[in-house]
Protein backbone atom coordinates (compact mmCIF):
# COMPACT_ATOMS: atom_id res chain seq x y z
CA UNK A 1 0.00 0.00 0.00
CA UNK A 2 1.49 3.09 -0.88
CA UNK A 3 2.13 5.72 1.57
CA UNK A 4 0.38 8.71 0.79
CA UNK A 5 -3.04 6.27 1.30
CA UNK A 6 -2.33 6.33 5.23
CA UNK A 7 -0.28 10.07 5.54
CA UNK A 8 -1.54 12.93 3.05
CA UNK A 9 1.17 14.72 5.04
CA UNK A 10 3.73 13.55 3.46
CA UNK A 11 3.67 15.12 0.77
CA UNK A 12 4.17 18.38 2.49
CA UNK A 13 7.84 18.07 3.02
CA UNK A 14 7.68 16.79 6.24
CA UNK A 15 11.24 16.56 8.44
CA UNK A 16 13.57 13.82 7.83
CA UNK A 17 12.83 12.46 11.40
CA UNK A 18 9.10 12.55 11.01
CA UNK A 19 8.96 10.81 7.88
CA UNK A 20 11.20 8.21 9.35
CA UNK A 21 8.60 7.90 11.96
CA UNK A 22 5.52 7.71 9.75
CA UNK A 23 7.32 4.97 7.26
CA UNK A 24 8.43 2.86 10.03
CA UNK A 25 4.82 2.66 11.45
CA UNK A 26 3.19 1.92 7.62
CA UNK A 27 5.75 -0.82 7.59
CA UNK A 28 4.56 -2.23 10.86
CA UNK A 29 0.75 -1.97 9.71
CA UNK A 30 0.39 -5.52 9.08
CA UNK A 31 1.75 -6.29 12.62
CA UNK A 32 -0.78 -3.60 14.10
CA UNK A 33 -4.08 -5.10 12.60
CA UNK A 34 -2.95 -8.94 13.55
CA UNK A 35 -2.56 -7.33 17.12
CA UNK A 36 -5.97 -5.53 17.11
CA UNK A 37 -7.63 -8.79 15.75
CA UNK A 38 -6.03 -10.35 18.48
CA UNK A 39 -7.72 -8.11 20.95
CA UNK A 40 -11.08 -8.45 19.56
CA UNK A 41 -11.02 -12.52 19.12
CA UNK A 42 -11.08 -11.60 23.46
CA UNK A 43 -15.01 -11.27 24.92
CA UNK A 44 -13.34 -9.21 27.31
CA UNK A 45 -16.62 -8.16 28.90
CA UNK A 46 -16.24 -5.97 31.86
CA UNK A 47 -16.20 -7.89 35.34
CA UNK A 48 -15.08 -10.89 33.82
CA UNK A 49 -11.61 -12.70 33.83
CA UNK A 50 -12.03 -12.20 29.98
CA UNK A 51 -10.85 -8.97 30.59
CA UNK A 52 -7.27 -10.36 32.23
CA UNK A 53 -7.31 -12.31 28.96
CA UNK A 54 -7.29 -9.76 27.02
CA UNK A 55 -4.19 -7.58 29.13
CA UNK A 56 -2.24 -10.90 28.78
CA UNK A 57 -1.99 -10.01 24.99
CA UNK A 58 -1.16 -6.74 25.87
CA UNK A 59 1.25 -7.52 28.09
CA UNK A 60 3.03 -9.85 25.62
CA UNK A 61 3.36 -7.23 23.38
CA UNK A 62 4.78 -4.67 25.45
CA UNK A 63 7.43 -6.92 26.37
CA UNK A 64 8.48 -7.03 22.76
CA UNK A 65 9.44 -3.25 22.91
CA UNK A 66 13.00 -2.40 24.02
CA UNK A 67 12.98 -0.28 27.00
CA UNK A 68 9.29 -0.74 28.42
CA UNK A 69 9.18 -1.74 32.16
CA UNK A 70 5.91 -3.30 33.13
CA UNK A 71 3.73 -3.16 35.88
CA UNK A 72 0.61 -5.22 36.32
CA UNK A 73 -1.21 -5.42 39.76
CA UNK A 74 -5.32 -6.46 40.20
CA UNK A 75 -6.85 -3.03 42.03
CA UNK A 76 -8.06 -3.47 45.77
CA UNK A 77 -11.57 -1.97 45.91
CA UNK A 78 -10.82 -0.67 49.64
CA UNK A 79 -7.86 1.29 47.92
CA UNK A 80 -10.44 2.32 44.84
CA UNK A 81 -12.62 3.83 47.63
CA UNK A 82 -10.40 6.61 48.77
CA UNK A 83 -11.44 8.49 45.68
CA UNK A 84 -14.20 10.87 46.16
CA UNK A 85 -15.90 9.92 42.77
CA UNK A 86 -15.19 5.85 42.30
CA UNK A 87 -17.56 4.32 40.35
CA UNK A 88 -18.65 1.27 42.57
CA UNK A 89 -18.68 2.96 45.82
CA UNK A 90 -22.47 1.71 46.09
CA UNK A 91 -21.30 -1.64 44.74
CA UNK A 92 -19.84 -4.12 47.45
CA UNK A 93 -21.97 -7.53 46.84
CA UNK A 94 -18.76 -9.32 45.65
CA UNK A 95 -17.55 -6.86 43.42
CA UNK A 96 -13.23 -7.82 42.63
CA UNK A 97 -10.61 -7.35 40.32
CA UNK A 98 -9.27 -10.59 40.68
CA UNK A 99 -8.32 -11.55 37.30
CA UNK A 100 -8.59 -8.38 35.98
CA UNK A 101 -5.81 -6.52 36.24
CA UNK A 102 -4.62 -2.74 35.17
CA UNK A 103 -1.51 -3.20 32.65
CA UNK A 104 0.94 0.07 32.74
CA UNK A 105 3.81 -0.06 30.05
CA UNK A 106 6.47 2.82 31.18
CA UNK A 107 9.90 4.49 29.77
CA UNK A 108 11.61 6.46 31.92
CA UNK A 109 13.52 10.07 31.09
CA UNK A 110 14.54 13.22 32.94
CA UNK A 111 12.67 15.90 31.03
CA UNK A 112 9.85 17.50 32.78
CA UNK A 113 7.39 16.81 29.67
CA UNK A 114 5.82 13.36 30.48
CA UNK A 115 2.80 11.72 28.75
CA UNK A 116 0.27 9.55 29.82
CA UNK A 117 -1.27 7.05 27.08
CA UNK A 118 -4.77 5.44 28.19
CA UNK A 119 -6.99 2.88 26.77
CA UNK A 120 -9.36 0.95 28.21
CA UNK A 121 -9.55 -3.27 27.73
CA UNK A 122 -13.05 -3.77 28.31
CA UNK A 123 -16.08 -4.13 25.86
CA UNK A 124 -19.97 -3.98 25.95
CA UNK A 125 -22.54 -6.61 25.74
CA UNK A 126 -22.50 -7.07 21.88
CA UNK A 127 -26.35 -8.54 22.44
CA UNK A 128 -28.53 -9.24 20.65
CA UNK A 129 -25.97 -11.78 19.00
CA UNK A 130 -28.69 -11.93 15.88
CA UNK A 131 -28.75 -8.52 14.52
CA UNK A 132 -24.75 -8.59 14.02
CA UNK A 133 -24.07 -10.15 10.36
CA UNK A 134 -21.16 -11.84 11.55
CA UNK A 135 -19.95 -12.97 15.12
CA UNK A 136 -18.73 -9.85 17.07
CA UNK A 137 -15.22 -11.67 18.19
CA UNK A 138 -14.39 -13.02 14.65
CA UNK A 139 -12.79 -9.67 14.27
CA UNK A 140 -13.39 -10.17 9.93
CA UNK A 141 -11.85 -7.34 7.51
CA UNK A 142 -13.90 -6.07 4.60
CA UNK A 143 -14.14 -2.95 2.79
CA UNK A 144 -11.00 -1.18 4.79
CA UNK A 145 -12.86 -2.12 8.19
CA UNK A 146 -12.25 -4.53 11.00
CA UNK A 147 -15.40 -5.58 12.34
CA UNK A 148 -15.89 -6.71 16.38
CA UNK A 149 -17.34 -6.15 19.52
CA UNK A 150 -14.37 -3.48 20.66
CA UNK A 151 -12.74 -2.50 17.35
CA UNK A 152 -13.53 0.99 17.60
CA UNK A 153 -14.21 1.34 21.54
CA UNK A 154 -10.90 1.10 22.32
CA UNK A 155 -9.26 -1.74 21.18
CA UNK A 156 -8.42 0.45 18.27
CA UNK A 157 -6.82 3.14 20.13
CA UNK A 158 -5.19 0.84 22.43
CA UNK A 159 -3.65 -0.53 19.33
CA UNK A 160 -2.57 2.93 18.14
CA UNK A 161 -0.90 4.00 21.86
CA UNK A 162 1.32 0.91 21.41
CA UNK A 163 2.63 1.09 18.11
CA UNK A 164 3.30 4.65 18.46
CA UNK A 165 5.61 4.15 21.18
CA UNK A 166 7.22 0.64 19.46
CA UNK A 167 8.10 2.27 15.95
CA UNK A 168 9.66 4.88 17.57
CA UNK A 169 11.81 2.64 19.54
CA UNK A 170 12.47 0.48 16.22
CA UNK A 171 13.71 3.78 14.48
CA UNK A 172 16.32 3.75 17.45
CA UNK A 173 14.49 6.75 19.16
CA UNK A 174 14.57 7.21 23.13
CA UNK A 175 12.57 9.17 25.22
CA UNK A 176 13.74 12.18 27.01
CA UNK A 177 10.53 12.41 29.16
CA UNK A 178 8.61 9.89 30.72
CA UNK A 179 6.20 8.12 28.44
CA UNK A 180 3.38 5.63 30.61
CA UNK A 181 1.24 3.37 28.77
CA UNK A 182 -1.97 2.29 30.22
CA UNK A 183 -4.36 -0.61 29.20
CA UNK A 184 -7.58 -0.61 31.73
CA UNK A 185 -10.39 -2.52 32.59
CA UNK A 186 -13.96 -1.59 33.45
CA UNK A 187 -14.41 1.90 31.63
CA UNK A 188 -17.07 0.79 30.30
CA UNK A 189 -18.67 0.53 33.76
CA UNK A 190 -17.24 3.18 35.45
CA UNK A 191 -13.44 3.75 35.68
CA UNK A 192 -12.27 1.54 38.31
CA UNK A 193 -8.97 1.05 36.13
CA UNK A 194 -7.96 4.34 35.46
CA UNK A 195 -8.76 5.39 38.92
CA UNK A 196 -6.29 2.40 40.43
CA UNK A 197 -3.73 4.29 38.25
CA UNK A 198 -3.92 7.32 39.72
CA UNK A 199 -4.32 5.77 43.21
CA UNK A 200 -0.96 3.80 42.80
CA UNK A 201 0.41 7.47 41.53
CA UNK A 202 1.12 7.07 37.92
CA UNK A 203 0.83 11.02 36.75
CA UNK A 204 2.00 13.00 33.99
CA UNK A 205 2.44 16.43 32.54
CA UNK A 206 -0.28 15.50 30.01
CA UNK A 207 -2.62 12.53 28.98
CA UNK A 208 -4.17 11.45 25.98
CA UNK A 209 -7.05 9.17 25.77
CA UNK A 210 -7.47 6.92 23.06
CA UNK A 211 -11.63 6.94 22.53
CA UNK A 212 -12.75 6.65 18.96
CA UNK A 213 -12.87 10.88 17.98
CA UNK A 214 -11.84 10.18 14.52
CA UNK A 215 -8.88 10.55 12.91
CA UNK A 216 -9.25 14.01 12.00
CA UNK A 217 -11.31 15.56 14.91
CA UNK A 218 -9.48 16.42 18.44
CA UNK A 219 -11.79 16.80 21.46
CA UNK A 220 -11.07 18.96 24.01
CA UNK A 221 -13.87 18.05 26.54
CA UNK A 222 -16.24 15.56 27.85
CA UNK A 223 -19.74 15.70 29.26
CA UNK A 224 -20.12 14.77 33.04
CA UNK A 225 -22.85 11.76 33.79
CA UNK A 226 -24.94 9.95 36.53
CA UNK A 227 -26.63 6.77 36.26
CA UNK A 228 -29.68 6.61 38.04
CA UNK A 229 -32.40 3.77 39.67
CA UNK A 230 -36.08 4.76 39.86
CA UNK A 231 -37.67 2.13 42.30
CA UNK A 232 -41.69 1.95 42.43
CA UNK A 233 -44.12 0.40 44.12
CA UNK A 234 -47.42 -0.94 42.87
CA UNK A 235 -49.99 -3.49 44.93
CA UNK A 236 -50.13 -6.90 43.42
CA UNK A 237 -53.87 -8.31 42.32
CA UNK A 238 -55.47 -11.13 40.45
CA UNK A 239 -56.35 -10.10 37.30
CA UNK A 240 -60.30 -10.47 37.54
CA UNK A 241 -59.49 -7.89 40.42
CA UNK A 242 -56.87 -5.61 38.33
CA UNK A 243 -58.91 -2.23 39.35
CA UNK A 244 -58.45 -3.71 42.93
CA UNK A 245 -54.95 -3.14 42.15
CA UNK A 246 -52.21 -0.42 41.53
CA UNK A 247 -50.41 -1.22 38.03
CA UNK A 248 -46.71 -0.32 38.49
CA UNK A 249 -46.28 -0.13 35.06
CA UNK A 250 -48.62 2.14 34.79
CA UNK A 251 -47.38 4.41 37.54
CA UNK A 252 -43.84 4.02 35.95
CA UNK A 253 -45.33 5.31 32.32
CA UNK A 254 -46.52 8.68 34.59
CA UNK A 255 -42.89 8.95 35.67
CA UNK A 256 -41.20 8.29 32.62
CA UNK A 257 -43.30 11.08 30.93
CA UNK A 258 -42.30 13.63 33.47
CA UNK A 259 -38.43 12.48 32.98
CA UNK A 260 -39.00 13.66 29.17
CA UNK A 261 -40.33 16.70 29.97
CA UNK A 262 -37.26 17.09 32.33
CA UNK A 263 -35.00 16.89 29.90
CA UNK A 264 -36.50 19.19 27.33
CA UNK A 265 -36.80 21.33 29.66
CA UNK A 266 -32.84 21.33 30.59
CA UNK A 267 -32.11 21.04 26.58
CA UNK A 268 -33.89 24.58 26.16
CA UNK A 269 -32.15 26.23 29.01
CA UNK A 270 -28.82 25.07 28.21
CA UNK A 271 -28.68 25.51 24.43
CA UNK A 272 -26.53 27.87 22.89
CA UNK A 273 -24.56 27.86 26.25
CA UNK A 274 -21.89 25.26 25.51
CA UNK A 275 -21.66 25.51 21.44
CA UNK A 276 -18.26 23.10 21.60
CA UNK A 277 -20.31 20.20 23.04
CA UNK A 278 -22.95 21.26 20.45
CA UNK A 279 -20.74 20.86 17.22
CA UNK A 280 -21.91 17.88 14.70
CA UNK A 281 -19.57 15.94 13.17
CA UNK A 282 -18.34 12.42 11.63
CA UNK A 283 -17.52 10.37 14.19
CA UNK A 284 -18.93 7.96 17.23
CA UNK A 285 -18.13 10.69 19.74
CA UNK A 286 -19.78 13.76 18.41
CA UNK A 287 -23.50 14.03 19.84
CA UNK A 288 -26.69 15.27 18.18
CA UNK A 289 -26.54 18.88 18.81
CA UNK A 290 -28.02 18.77 22.71
CA UNK A 291 -25.33 19.75 25.09
CA UNK A 292 -27.22 17.08 27.84
CA UNK A 293 -29.24 14.18 27.21
CA UNK A 294 -31.03 12.05 29.10
CA UNK A 295 -32.08 8.22 28.28
CA UNK A 296 -34.03 5.34 30.52
CA UNK A 297 -32.06 1.78 29.19
CA UNK A 298 -33.90 -0.16 31.48
CA UNK A 299 -37.85 -0.68 32.34
CA UNK A 300 -38.76 -3.60 34.53
CA UNK A 301 -41.81 -4.59 36.36
CA UNK A 302 -43.71 -7.44 37.57
CA UNK A 303 -42.66 -11.38 38.30
CA UNK A 304 -45.67 -13.11 36.94
CA UNK A 305 -48.02 -12.30 34.02
CA UNK A 306 -51.45 -13.04 34.84
CA UNK A 307 -50.80 -10.66 38.02
CA UNK A 308 -51.43 -7.14 38.35
CA UNK A 309 -47.50 -5.85 38.26
CA UNK A 310 -46.67 -4.41 42.03
CA UNK A 311 -43.16 -3.18 41.27
CA UNK A 312 -41.49 -1.15 38.70
CA UNK A 313 -37.50 -0.09 38.31
CA UNK A 314 -36.14 2.17 35.47
CA UNK A 315 -32.54 2.44 34.80
CA UNK A 316 -30.70 5.09 33.07
CA UNK A 317 -27.94 8.10 32.60
CA UNK A 318 -28.28 11.72 32.36
CA UNK A 319 -25.62 13.75 30.88
CA UNK A 320 -24.05 17.10 31.63
CA UNK A 321 -22.07 20.01 30.39
CA UNK A 322 -19.15 21.61 32.10
CA UNK A 323 -20.98 24.56 34.63
CA UNK A 324 -23.19 21.54 36.13
CA UNK A 325 -21.84 19.50 39.07
CA UNK A 326 -23.69 15.96 39.66
CA UNK A 327 -24.39 16.64 42.80
CA UNK A 328 -26.70 19.74 41.17
CA UNK A 329 -28.08 16.95 39.07
CA UNK A 330 -28.89 13.86 41.51
CA UNK A 331 -31.03 16.60 43.42
CA UNK A 332 -32.92 18.41 40.09
CA UNK A 333 -33.70 14.82 38.87
CA UNK A 334 -34.85 13.39 42.07
CA UNK A 335 -37.04 16.90 42.18
CA UNK A 336 -38.44 16.32 39.01
CA UNK A 337 -39.40 12.46 40.10
CA UNK A 338 -40.76 13.33 43.06
CA UNK A 339 -42.78 16.46 42.02
CA UNK A 340 -44.42 14.15 39.45
CA UNK A 341 -45.19 11.55 42.05
CA UNK A 342 -46.73 14.10 44.49
CA UNK A 343 -49.72 14.82 41.47
CA UNK A 344 -50.64 10.77 42.17
CA UNK A 345 -52.60 9.82 45.18
CA UNK A 346 -51.03 6.33 45.11
CA UNK A 347 -47.19 7.58 44.28
CA UNK A 348 -47.94 10.31 47.03
CA UNK A 349 -48.74 8.19 49.69
CA UNK A 350 -45.83 5.87 48.19
CA UNK A 351 -43.14 7.91 46.52
CA UNK A 352 -40.31 6.52 44.59
CA UNK A 353 -37.31 6.20 45.38
CA UNK A 354 -34.51 7.46 43.24
CA UNK A 355 -30.58 5.80 43.78
CA UNK A 356 -27.42 5.95 41.79
CA UNK A 357 -25.13 3.43 40.48
CA UNK A 358 -22.23 3.13 38.33
CA UNK A 359 -20.17 6.38 36.78
CA UNK A 360 -19.90 9.20 38.79
CA UNK A 361 -17.92 11.64 36.18
CA UNK A 362 -17.12 15.09 36.25
CA UNK A 363 -17.00 16.95 32.86
CA UNK A 364 -14.43 19.23 31.96
CA UNK A 365 -13.65 21.42 28.60
CA UNK A 366 -9.79 21.94 28.01
CA UNK A 367 -8.75 25.88 25.89
CA UNK A 368 -7.66 25.55 22.00
CA UNK A 369 -4.82 27.04 23.32
CA UNK A 370 -3.60 24.74 26.04
CA UNK A 371 -0.12 23.50 25.16
CA UNK A 372 -0.45 19.81 24.78
CA UNK A 373 -3.80 20.57 22.78
CA UNK A 374 -1.66 22.94 20.44
CA UNK A 375 0.67 19.87 20.09
CA UNK A 376 -1.61 17.21 19.48
CA UNK A 377 -3.23 19.49 16.87
CA UNK A 378 0.37 20.30 14.89
CA UNK A 379 1.16 16.68 14.58
CA UNK A 380 -2.64 15.71 13.03
CA UNK A 381 -1.94 18.71 10.89
CA UNK A 382 1.71 17.25 9.99
CA UNK A 383 -0.20 13.63 9.78
CA UNK A 384 -2.91 14.51 7.35
CA UNK A 385 -1.76 17.71 5.69
CA UNK A 386 -4.90 19.00 7.65
CA UNK A 387 -5.45 21.00 10.58
CA UNK A 388 -8.20 18.48 12.57
CA UNK A 389 -11.83 19.64 13.90
CA UNK A 390 -12.27 20.88 17.71
CA UNK A 391 -14.92 20.18 19.54
CA UNK A 392 -16.56 18.59 22.95
CA UNK A 393 -18.75 15.58 23.94
CA UNK A 394 -21.65 15.30 25.46
CA UNK A 395 -20.90 11.70 25.61
CA UNK A 396 -17.51 10.82 28.67
CA UNK A 397 -15.14 8.65 29.16
CA UNK A 398 -11.80 7.92 31.97
CA UNK A 399 -10.40 11.23 30.45
CA UNK A 400 -11.95 13.54 33.18
CA UNK A 401 -10.37 11.37 35.72
CA UNK A 402 -7.20 12.74 34.44
CA UNK A 403 -9.01 16.47 33.66
CA UNK A 404 -10.68 16.83 36.40
CA UNK A 405 -8.97 17.87 40.09
CA UNK A 406 -10.23 15.54 43.02
CA UNK A 407 -7.81 15.84 46.04
CA UNK A 408 -4.21 15.44 44.71
CA UNK A 409 -5.51 13.48 41.73
CA UNK A 410 -5.82 14.58 38.57
CA UNK A 411 -5.28 18.29 37.16
CA UNK A 412 -3.51 17.34 33.87
CA UNK A 413 -4.35 18.34 30.82
CA UNK A 414 -6.21 15.73 28.25
CA UNK A 415 -6.95 15.38 24.99
CA UNK A 416 -9.22 12.51 23.43
CA UNK A 417 -8.29 11.11 20.09
CA UNK A 418 -8.39 7.97 18.88
CA UNK A 419 -9.31 6.03 15.19
CA UNK A 420 -12.68 6.43 13.86
CA UNK A 421 -15.03 3.76 12.75
CA UNK A 422 -19.01 2.98 13.95
CA UNK A 423 -21.29 1.08 15.50
CA UNK A 424 -19.49 1.27 18.78
CA UNK A 425 -22.15 0.03 21.32
CA UNK A 426 -24.14 -2.00 18.29
CA UNK A 427 -24.45 -4.29 16.45
CA UNK A 428 -21.30 -4.64 13.33
CA UNK A 429 -19.14 -2.16 15.27
CA UNK A 430 -16.22 -1.54 13.02
CA UNK A 431 -12.91 0.85 12.46
CA UNK A 432 -11.52 2.27 9.71
CA UNK A 433 -8.07 0.40 8.92
CA UNK A 434 -6.54 3.50 7.70
CA UNK A 435 -7.28 5.83 10.79
CA UNK A 436 -5.22 2.59 12.81
CA UNK A 437 -2.56 3.72 10.77
CA UNK A 438 -2.70 7.56 10.44
CA UNK A 439 -3.76 7.82 14.24
CA UNK A 440 -0.30 5.88 15.23
CA UNK A 441 1.63 8.40 12.92
CA UNK A 442 -0.45 11.34 14.97
CA UNK A 443 0.49 9.98 18.18
CA UNK A 444 4.02 8.56 17.52
CA UNK A 445 4.66 12.47 16.02
CA UNK A 446 3.13 13.69 19.60
CA UNK A 447 5.51 11.81 21.17
CA UNK A 448 8.30 13.16 19.87
CA UNK A 449 7.38 16.47 20.19
CA UNK A 450 5.83 16.73 23.39
CA UNK A 451 8.30 14.18 25.37
CA UNK A 452 11.14 14.97 22.96
CA UNK A 453 12.18 11.19 21.24
CA UNK A 454 16.06 11.22 20.48
Keep these: MKSRTFYPGLTKKPEEKDRKILRRIEENAGDEFAFLRDLIKVPSLPGTRAEGQAQRVVRNKLQQIAG ?38 MMDGSSERSLILNAHIDVVSPEPLSAWTTSPWDAGTSGGKMFGRGANDTKG ?39 ATLLKGYTASAALVAEPSGVGNLCLGSG ?30 RIYAALVKFNLGRE ?8 SFERKGEGVMFGDGRPTNLVVGRFSA ?76 SCIHRTLGRPPTTFSTPSSSDAVFFANRVGKFGGVP ?13 PDEFVYLSEIIQTTGAIALTLKDWCGFN
Excluded at 177 to 194: A, D, H, K, N, Q
Excluded at 268 to 274: I, S
Aim: with cysteine; proline share 8%; hydrophobic share 35%.
Design 68 to 105: VAIDEWEPDLRAINRYRYHPIRERTDGWNYDGRPVVVG
Design 157 to 195: GLASIIYAVKSLVECGLRPKGRVIIESVPEEEFGGGGTI
Design 224 to 253: GSRFFKIRLLGRSEAPQAYRRGVDAIEMGY
Design 268 to 275: RRLRGKHP
Design 302 to 377: GDFPAKVPGWATMEGRIGFPVGESGDEIRKDLADAVLEAAAELPWLSAHPPTVDWFNAQREPYELSPSEPFIQTVR
Design 414 to 426: VAVYGPGGGNAHG
